[in-house]
């Protein structure tokens, strides 16, 4: 097979254009990333007004008034981009502009984690329920927080079935059957 500089110049630029492509598929959120930020700011674009929606300023400022509202991660999600008076840094800017031309939530926080990926490592809390769930499913990080929100420790559990079994015991303590 011979190759002439026009079609080896096609072959290049196909590949450069089917890597460009991945690379762009790769910067796209996955299922679950990005949880916090994307519920902040669909609870703000929904608390906008119609005539707030386009100007930046005003999306700044009704961010700021529900980050004086937000708990634990959404609050620390308020810290990390400047809706806060405590932040240390401002980026809100990088939020603001892109909503301000009717950018959806998620690929608001797509350009907020190129500017600092922490934004998308911040999880909802979850919320297990002991008496329907099956111990075994879930992960080592979730049976320690059982025991911490217990006030529990396990001193010397390494294995899964050891904190499993040490909530087993605690569960009578904890959890009051309802009559």
Known sequence: MQFTSNSWSLHVLAIVLYLTQLWQMSECLREGQCEVCVGVITKLVNRLESDEKADHL?????FKELCLETKKAEN???YYIGGLEESATKILGEMSRPL?????????CEKLMKKDSQICDLRYEKTIDLKSVDLKKLRVRDLKKVLND???VCDGCIEK???IARIELLKPKYMREEL
């Not at 301000?100 to 608001?108: E, R, T, Y």
């Open 100 to 108: 301000s031309w009717g950018l959806p939530a998620d690929k608001v």
């Open 150 to 152: 217990w006030d529990e």
């Open 58 to 62: 005003k999306i700044e400022e009704k």
């Open 76 to 78: 620390r999600f308020c």
């Open 161 to 163: 079935s050891e904190f």
